[in-house]
């Protein structure tokens, strides 16, 4: 759910950059920077960004301000880690902004909503699949990827509705009633594009997954 147009109360405003900037600040400290630029992860997370963009302006409008697009933040994570997928998709976030001329300062819940919350759900199920499961190729795909991106995009978008509901005035039965129902069927589309793009690069150019080992996930070790 896309909060960028939408007319927050300042309360929420403060609330997301409030939440944004301790994140943003973790992520810069432990980002991989030394020899970034020129590694291969700089092309992804710079390709993550713009796939991300083009993926966000594939959206639709339904009623008062439900703006709704699927997100791709799972595969980026994946892809690029959690630190550079984070800076990655604030960049996104603040391109946006730019391109749309929607509100700066929605920024700080938007980065939150459809950029840190999923972040943390998809690497939360990276933490536990990689100390609970055992080391297998499809169990990281349907985790991970399927799984993992259904359950981001499903928990950035009900804390986006929470917003839209207590923060823009718009009736909560008519945001939990008509609209959240919809994140059901972009959660599932989410996991499927998810899934698809994660397959087709841990087979074709497993070096451009941060997430994916070789020797863990087809070797066994």
């Not at 928990?155 to 008519?174: D, E, F, H, N, P």
Request: proline residues 4%; hydrophobic residues 60%.
């Amino acid at each position: 759910m896309d909060l960028i147009a939408v007319p927050l109360s300042l309360a929420w405003v403060v609330a997301g950059w409030a939440a944004a900037l301790p994140v943003l600040i973790w992520a810069w400290r432990t980002a991989p920077w030394p020899g970034l630029a020129a590694s291969v992860r700089f092309h992804v997370v710079v390709a993550g960004i713009l796939c991300v963009v083009v993926l966000w302006t594939l959206q639709a409008t339904v009623g008062e301000g439900f703006t709704f697009h699927l997100l791709g933040v799972a595969a980026f994570t994946l892809a690029a880690g959690p630190q550079l997928a984070l800076i990655g998709t604030l960049c996104a976030v603040l391109l946006q902004i730019t391109l749309s001329g929607a509100a700066w300062a929605n920024g700080g819940i938007a980065f939150m909503t459809m950029g840190a919350i999923p972040v943390v759900v998809v690497w939360s199920l990276v933490v536990f699949e990689h100390r609970r499961m055992p080391g297998n190729f499809f169990l990281y795909v349907f985790v991970c990827g399927f799984f993992g991106a259904g359950a981001s995009l499903a928990a950035g978008g009900l804390v986006a509705a929470l917003a839209l509901a207590y923060g823009a005035g718009v009736k909560a039965a008519l945001v939990f009633g008509e609209y959240v129902p919809y994140l059901l069927y972009l959660a599932m589309g989410e996991a499927t594009l998810t899934g698809m793009a994660i397959t087709l690069m841990v087979v074709y150019r497993p070096k451009w997954v941060a997430t994916f080992d070789d020797e863990r996930y087809l070797k066994g070790r």
